[in-house]
């Protein structure tokens, strides 16, 4: 059957409107992809119309995405302060482009006990035992870490006293904890830089300060261990207070301030993906060692009302994403609250299709901590999460943990590596996260375990 097609002014105006709708909507999503890319992408940027403005290098190495975040403002604002700007994670950095530039900034943080950013381990192996020559060669270092570890700044320090002896005429600033003066003295440095380099005017904004997040307001608070021996651990559920739910990625962060400690801000693992229409939370009532409640979890477990909003800024978590693993096996490793960041990657895998997942998570008792259970079980019924495998470790037949399961499916870890498995681990740090790290190295070898790490194929959310 032949259909023909009558231009009459009617059908003209009709498609000339459906065009001119369609036009705008490409340049409605056109244009956010632009302040996207230049809001995440400062990289190799060049201001228009100074061709011949001096280029200064951005190197991070960063753990939880503080100092990426840090890198990206510091990046954003020499760009439009006339400056060109190459921004690079440390891994992808080499001699020969830090030769390239006459000035640096590094922005680095320390995790744990000294130990650089998952992610830096290549350079750490291969540059910084390096001499490179860097004469005349001007860097300022923004070293971030937590004066509790013994060894604070400890990789920011020694990337510092690196560049001094490679000839470069360095200053370091330590950051405890994102402390605002330090940020400031930063700030006031980079400025200076940029006065020296077009000799423009100082820029009034405050353009390291924390942003204010987007309100959200808690609509679901839910208790996920009743009886349990450790403390009580919930659900929150967030929706925003006005417009649409903003996008993230799993793996990403949520930046938050509570009332009583308003200038300590807190990071917690996203739990759920945009398309469950909210934003989840996993948040663990903790105590202090003298017995009082901390201050920003207490208040999100207890104090704060159903209803009310409270400012939440979301934080790209480059680190712990899937990224280029998005088409590999996955294997998550985790307890406690760190399932939030592991059930983000097993629904947006979900979403996609995937299976291919395996789950090994640990908590205290089986009868008050299956945490998410029905959910887990659903998934593993249906096919959806190809292996799933519990750790207690206080159950009657004795302790068990995850980095035990681990040992005791030693052959299957190794299979699931050689099919080119990523190997993601969330929660806490001393225990689990070392434990886990060492069943690795013991069942894999230290040398596979670092070439994991290096190749972005490990990699750890752990506090």
Same mark, same amino acid.
């Given at each position: ?14 498609a000339?409107a ?29 201001? @228009? ?8 290098l ?17 990046a ?8 060109q ?88 600033i ?43 307001v ?5 208790l ?39 200038d ?6 996203i739990a ?35 209803g009310?909003a ?31 960041g ?7 895998r979900? @979403? @996609? ?16 901590d ?5 959910k ?18 206080r ?31 969330c ?24 070439e ?12």
């Amino acid at each position: 059957m032949t259909v023909e097609w009558i231009l009459t002014p009617g059908r003209l105006s009709g498609a000339a409107a459906l065009l001119g709708g369609y036009a705008a909507m490409c340049l409605a999503v056109a244009a956010k992809v632009r302040r996207r890319r230049r809001a995440e992408e400062a990289e190799n940027a060049e201001p @228009q119309g100074r061709a011949q403005a001096p280029a200064v290098l951005v190197v991070y190495a960063s753990q939880t995405g503080q100092a990426e975040a840090l890198a990206r403002a510091t990046a954003r604002m020499l760009v439009d302060g006339g400056l060109q700007v190459r921004l690079l994670p440390v891994d992808k950095l080499t001699p020969a482009v830090l030769q390239q530039h006459v000035h640096s900034l590094w922005l680095l943080s320390t995790t744990g006990e000294g130990d650089a950013p998952d992610h830096a381990l290549g350079f750490v192996q291969q540059l910084l035992p390096k001499q490179t020559g860097l004469a005349g060669h001007k860097s300022l270092v923004l070293a971030l870490g937590d004066h509790e570890y013994e060894q604070f700044c400890a990789f920011g320090v020694a990337v510092h006293a690196w560049l001094q002896a490679c000839g470069a005429h360095s200053e370091l600033i330590c950051v405890d904890n994102m402390n605002p003066q330090s940020l400031q003295a930063w700030q006031a440095q980079v400025e200076r830089l940029r006065q020296d380099l077009r000799g423009a005017a100082a820029q009034e904004s405050d353009w390291l300060q924390t942003p204010v997040g987007q309100p959200f307001v808690l609509s679901r608070r839910h208790l996920l261990n009743p009886g349990s021996e450790g403390g009580p651990l919930y659900l929150l559920e967030w929706t925003p207070q006005a417009g649409e739910l903003p996008q993230w990625q799993s793996g990403d962060l949520v930046s938050l301030c509570v009332p009583a400690a308003a200038d300590r801000p807190r990071d917690y693992s996203i739990a759920s993906v945009t398309a469950e229409g909210c934003l989840q939370l996993l948040v663990r009532q903790s105590t202090r060692e003298d017995g009082s409640p901390g201050l920003a979890s207490d208040w999100l477990c207890r104090g704060m009302e159903i209803g009310t909003a409270l400012p939440l800024t979301l934080r790209a978590h480059s680190s712990f994403r899937l990224g280029d693993n998005a088409e590999r096996p996955l294997m998550l490793i985790g307890n406690g609250s760190g399932l939030a960041g592991l059930l983000s990657h097993i629904k947006a895998r979900v @979403q @996609q299709g995937r299976s291919d997942q395996w789950l090994v998570f640990g908590e205290r008792n089986p009868q008050h901590d299956a945490l998410c259970a029905d959910k887990l079980q659903a998934w593993r019924q249906q096919g959806q999460l190809e292996r799933l495998d519990l750790a207690w470790s206080r159950q009657a037949q004795g302790p068990r943990y995850v980095q035990d399961l681990l040992r005791s499916h030693a052959d299957e870890v190794k299979r699931w590596v050689e099919r080119g498995a990523a190997i993601y681990v969330c929660g806490s740090r001393s225990g689990m996260g070392q434990g886990v790290h060492l069943a690795l190295q013991a069942i894999l070898g230290p040398a596979m375990v670092e070439e994991l790490l290096a190749a972005g194929r490990y990699r750890r959310d752990v506090y």
